[in-house]
């Protein structure tokens, strides 16, 4: 398939730029994996689509403050996204400025914090810094990395909106976005009607958010992202299946770690890098249902789930959304797929 087969037209009024008030607040767009059929619900209604043998597995990565705003010492606004943080003092990051800056090039983040260029890794630079240790200095001066869409400054709020309720393993740059919609009433509720859950671990980076550059999908190289999966989530999804529930990734990125972990066949723990790309005609191996957000035009995301229920299906789906005005994107409503 092409990327422009992944095209639609969005109106820009349904591109979420707030939290609701209420995480659990969204709309929730029921789609049956098999017919295709589809109904409208809202969120609180998703636990009524589940089944008492089902296991639900969330990705408890969490998000941080990954945005810094800094000055060259030769002159020059800066801003840095972190990528990937490699010890206390060193990470790798995208670095925006009117001229991408040279090697040993200082740069001021405030009057306590500096870091130098060390090196250039393609579009990503390798950064030292100064002052602090990396994580107390984005404590104190890191701001959420919004998505691009959302077109304001982050806020308090999204200190803790921007972040699921059990976040755990510091490392995003981006939420785990169908996890939002979760408080801890209802992740109470869940379990006291029985419903095993489980937790896996991708650190979301920012390339979730770079656009397929290529027409050709096989073309296409997928950026990477840190997994893990533990013996007790495979232990978990054994025994579902044995008792014959359903394996439910909440959200892409669960799927993308389930699957990463299945790549030799099976579900085995493990964890790394992964660049798994997942594309109409793939064949998934450990995930029956998905719960996830309605997701950008010509994006990987989008390639996923239509990978999992059909392109026509979703695309027809994703029309229905915004003709009964769904809100969109990181800050929006959700969708159900399952059987």
């Given at each position: 398939?092409?990327?422009?087969h992944f095209a639609y037209q969005l109106p820009d009024e349904l591109i979420a730029q707030i939290p609701l008030s209420d995480r659990t607040a969204?709309?929730?767009?029921?789609?049956?994996?098999?017919?295709?059929?589809?109904?409208?619900?809202?969120?609180?209604?998703?636990?009524?689509?589940?089944?008492?043998?089902?296991?639900?597995?969330?990705?408890?990565?969490?998000?941080?403050?990954?945005?810094?705003?800094?000055?060259?010492?030769?002159?020059?606004?800066?801003?840095?996204?972190?990528?990937?943080?490699?010890?206390?003092?060193?990470?790798?990051?995208?670095?925006?400025?009117?001229?991408?800056?040279?090697?040993?090039?200082?740069?001021?983040?405030?009057?306590?914090?500096?870091?130098?260029?060390?090196?250039?890794?393609?579009?990503?630079?390798?950064?030292?810094?100064?002052?602090?240790?990396?994580?107390?200095?984005?404590?104190?001066?890191?701001?959420?990395?919004?998505?691009?869409?959302?077109?304001?400054?982050?806020?308090?709020?999204?200190?803790?909106?921007?972040?699921?309720?059990?976040?755990?393993?510091?490392?995003?740059?981006?939420?785990?976005?169908?996890?939002?919609?979760?408080?801890?009433?209802?992740?109470?509720?869940?379990?006291?009607?029985?419903?095993?859950?489980?937790?896996?671990?991708?650190?979301?980076?920012?390339?979730?958010?770079?656009?397929?550059?290529?027409?050709?999908?096989?073309?296409?190289?997928?950026?990477?992202?840190?997994?893990?999966?533990?013996?007790?989530?495979?232990?978990?999804?054994?025994?579902?299946?044995?008792?014959?529930?359903?394996?439910?990734?909440?959200?892409?990125?669960?799927?993308?770690?389930?699957?990463?972990?299945?790549?030799?066949?099976?579900?085995?723990?493990?964890?790394?890098?992964?660049?798994?790309?997942?594309?109409?005609?793939?064949?998934?191996?450990?995930?029956?249902?998905?719960?996830?957000?309605?997701?950008?035009?010509?994006?990987?995301?989008?390639?996923?789930?239509?990978?999992?229920?059909?392109?026509?299906?979703?695309?027809?789906?994703?029309?229905?959304?915004?003709?009964?005005?769904?809100?969109?994107?990181?800050?929006?409503?959700?969708?159900?797929?399952?059987?």
């Amino acid at each position: 398939m092409k990327k422009s087969h992944f095209a639609y037209q969005l109106p820009d009024e349904l591109i979420a730029q707030i939290p609701l008030s209420d995480r659990t607040a969204s709309r929730l767009l029921l789609m049956n994996k098999t017919t295709g059929q589809l109904q409208d619900k809202q969120f609180a209604d998703f636990i009524d689509a589940l089944n008492e043998n089902d296991l639900l597995v969330f990705n408890n990565t969490k998000v941080i403050p990954a945005r810094l705003f800094g000055k060259k010492r030769t002159g020059g606004r800066v801003e840095i996204l972190i990528e990937r943080i490699i010890d206390d003092n060193k990470a790798i990051a995208h670095v925006r400025a009117s001229k991408s800056p040279k090697l040993n090039t200082l740069i001021d983040l405030d009057t306590d914090y500096y870091c130098e260029v060390l090196a250039r890794h393609d579009d990503l630079f390798e950064l030292q810094f100064y002052g602090a240790p990396l994580s107390a200095l984005l404590e104190q001066i890191g701001h959420i990395p919004l998505p691009p869409y959302i077109k304001r400054a982050d806020d308090a709020a999204d200190l803790i909106r921007y972040q699921t309720v059990f976040a755990k393993e510091t490392g995003a740059v981006a939420a785990p976005t169908a996890g939002l919609h979760f408080d801890l009433p209802t992740l109470a509720k869940i379990k006291h009607n029985g419903i095993q859950t489980a937790f896996v671990t991708l650190h979301v980076g920012s390339g979730t958010f770079q656009p397929v550059r290529v027409e050709n999908l096989s073309e296409h190289i997928m950026h990477k992202e840190y997994f893990a999966v533990s013996q007790e989530v495979v232990d978990a999804v054994f025994k579902t299946r044995a008792r014959g529930g359903r394996v439910v990734a909440i959200g892409t990125t669960a799927v993308r770690a389930l699957e990463s972990a299945s790549r030799q066949g099976t579900l085995t723990a493990g964890f790394g890098d992964t660049d798994l790309f997942i594309t109409p005609g793939y064949r998934f191996k450990s995930v029956d249902a998905v719960l996830t957000n309605f997701h950008l035009p010509e994006s990987t995301l989008l390639m996923l789930v239509s990978a999992f229920a059909g392109y026509e299906p979703v695309m027809h789906a994703y029309q229905h959304a915004i003709e009964q005005s769904y809100r969109f994107f990181s800050y929006g409503d959700a969708m159900f797929i399952a059987d």
